[in-house]
């Protein structure tokens, strides 16, 4: 056979031939492709693989009602209006003292003591004085007494002619004498009785006593300084301790001078302190101070207060919510809520989407009062749970979410 016949037998590589198990795999082929569209239908409509919404938040947190009825805020400090640099009226060495801060002290309670060794030899001294006066006063009345009976005598014995008018006249200038000289004695007893008073009083000065009733606040000296009512050396201490009433703490607050006219005395007020963040305490205005401060354009407002807590204390930062009418009894506690908008209504029932991890639930809620723009949630959900708020259309129970960035 010729060589170019024996080449047109050759049988060229792309060409294949259809055999039985070509034929056999495709139906499999095509139930795998099925499977596939099948279970993708399945994970986009169950959300697993549908894209992501973008959805706006918002917090579960617990909110106060009278934060719906507040018609201005301020901020401000607690301040004592009634306070006392407590020091002595003498000056001297001050050898005890018996309160530390936080004591706390009754009205005329001794809190310290000076020296006092001089004004006590003083006080002894005025009181000798005094017993001496007392002696020349009973010996001046002795005196007297007797003088009167003399003059009594003798004035019989004129009357009869027995003695002489002018021995007569010498016995009553005696006894007149004996009467000036117990009037004299008299005043001697009320000179030593003052002197002796002024020796108890500076005796008094040198213990020094709490003012009214009240808390020590600071401790100003210690035993061994000398004390001055003015100060005026460098190493005196004018002020022994400071102490204030607590019964007389307040709020004072600045109040821009254009928003002063929507506030009026007794007008009620909710004060929130940063030190108790967790509680409320009522108050009112007690007083609108008549002073404009230029510098910051403010008046100065008082807010006292109607409940308090021994955990007060002076110089306490306190913002002041003023509210368009008194709170009641049920309003004093917190609540939970959520923004109104984040609330889905369908058959009676309110339901909002709760977030959990990167989808959403769809969970019923029990609704309370209406707080303003808020809404009081009474079971399903509780402070800190996030959920959607303005629910887009799309959103349904186990979508996938992503957080709108602000």
């Known amino acids: 056979m010729p060589a170019e016949d024996l080449n047109k037998l050759k049988i060229e590589k792309s060409k294949k031939i259809a055999g039985p198990a070509a034929r056999k795999k495709k139906p499999f082929v095509l139930a795998a492709i099925a499977l596939l569209l099948i279970l993708f239908v399945i994970l986009y409509m169950t959300g697993i693989i549908a894209p992501a919404i973008t959805v706006d938040v918002t917090?579960?947190?617990?909110?106060?009602?009278?934060?719906?009825?507040?018609?201005?805020?301020?901020s401000g400090y607690i301040v004592a209006?009634?306070?006392?640099?407590?020091?002595?009226?003498?000056?001297?060495?001050?050898?005890?003292?018996?309160?530390?801060e936080g004591s706390k002290?009754?009205?005329?309670?001794?809190?310290?003591?000076?020296?006092?060794?001089?004004?006590?030899?003083?006080?002894?001294?005025?009181?000798?004085?005094?017993?001496?006066?007392?002696?020349s006063l009973e010996q001046a009345r002795a005196e007297r007494d007797n003088a009167l009976q003399e003059n009594d005598r003798y004035k019989k014995l004129v009357a009869d002619g027995f003695v002489s008018q002018s021995d007569y006249g010498t016995v009553n200038t005696r006894y007149k004498r004996a009467l000036e000289g117990v009037n004299a004695a008299q005043a001697a007893v009320m000179g030593a009785e003052a002197a002796l008073k002024g020796a108890n009083a500076g005796l008094d000065y040198t213990l020094i006593r709490a003012p009214f009733d009240g808390v020590v606040l600071t401790k100003n000296a210690d035993?061994?300084?000398?004390?001055?009512?003015?100060?005026?050396?460098?190493?005196?201490?004018?002020?022994?301790?400071?102490?204030?009433?607590?019964?007389?703490l307040q709020v004072e607050v600045d109040v821009s001078e254009t928003s002063i006219s929507s506030i009026s005395v007794k007008q009620p007020c909710d004060i929130q302190l940063d030190a108790l963040s967790d509680m409320r305490f009522r108050g009112e205005v007690y007083a609108i101070v008549p002073t404009v401060d230029r510098a910051k354009a403010t008046v100065l407002v008082k807010v006292r207060f109607l409940d308090r807590d021994p955990r007060m204390l002076p110089d306490m930062s306190a913002k002041v919510s003023f509210l368009s009418r008194k709170l009641k009894s049920e309003e004093l506690k917190s609540r939970i809520a959520v923004n109104g908008s984040a609330l889905i209504s369908n058959n009676d029932k309110s339901y909002v989407f709760l977030l959990q991890g990167s989808n959403v639930k769809k969970i019923i809620v029990g609704l309370g009062e209406k707080l303003g723009d808020m809404m009081e949630i009474k079971a399903g959900l509780k402070p800190g749970d996030r959920v959607v708020i303005k629910p887009p259309n799309g959103l349904a129970d186990g979508s996938k979410i992503k957080i709108a960035e602000r």
């Open 81 to 100: 209006q009634r306070k006392a640099a407590v020091a002595s009226k003498v000056t001297g060495r001050l050898v005890a003292l018996m309160v530390e």
């Open 59 to 74: 917090t579960i947190s617990r909110i106060y009602p009278s934060q719906s009825l507040s018609t201005l805020n301020a």
């Open 105 to 135: 002290v009754k009205r005329n309670q001794v809190i310290a003591r000076m020296e006092s060794a001089d004004v006590t030899a003083a006080r002894d001294q005025s009181a000798a004085s005094l017993n001496t006066a007392k002696a």
């Open 223 to 248: 035993i061994g300084d000398i004390v001055t009512p003015l100060g005026a050396a460098a190493t005196a201490k004018a002020a022994v301790v400071t102490i204030a009433d607590m019964k007389s």
